[in-house]
């Protein structure tokens, strides 16, 4: 049976974005398959990227960890080149750079909406008092937000331009999340992780926080409790249940 409940002892939630918030993931996730397939295409004998590699190797990454993780499976191996280098360079800067433009064309053609149970969820908290941070990988964190109609929730924002300017280590690496509760100025043991990832799961278990709280949009519930979940849901409208 799934435990803790959230209840006084916990005094801020700290939010993924992708996948937790937002359906971004869906948007990541074309995007790196169409970057990740035709990079393969220069190679023999690949097979094609799949929904699997995604959640295994690239899921709540920094995009260019994802890129030398995933070609590291591959038994790739692809000079680093320079967060400089154009969409076009066959580096792994060049190649998350260009699944980055690819992803902020789809946001930018086709917006995004938050989960409505995500929403509720986020609304009730504030009802409650609760403080509130998002804690993302992504360095279009802000931008997605805004596309959500969402920036006014949060009062903290660890994304990847602060992780990159505080020389923070990324997810599974913990230390973004105690960022974030450090911002809030809330002890981890007192905060919330809410992850729908591995690596970010693995973060929060890493962080001594109080309560990882994984959503299970597809890698798996197993999974999610192996990495550290205390508990996992479906959806975020069933914490909105509780909190009625």
Known sequence: MDSPSLDEKFHAVLFDLDGVLTPTALIHM?????????EL?????QNPYTDEDYFAYVDGKPRYNGVRDFFASRGITLPEGDPSDGPAAQTICGLGNRKNDLFN???????IQPYP???????RLHESGMAMAVVSSSRNAAAVLKAAGMVEDFSVLVDGNRSKTERLPGKPAPDTYLRGAELLGVPAEQCVVVEDAVSGVRAGAA???????????GVGADRLREAGADRVVDDLDEMVEEMA
């Open 30 to 38: 074309r995007a790196w398959q169409e970057m990740l397939n035709e």
């Open 41 to 45: 295409s220069r190679h023999q004998d």
């Open 105 to 111: 064309t789809v946001l930018a053609r086709d917006g």
């Open 117 to 123: 149970g995500s929403r509720r969820w986020v609304d």
């Open 207 to 217: 962080g001594g926080f109080g309560m990882v709280l994984g959503v299970n949009r």
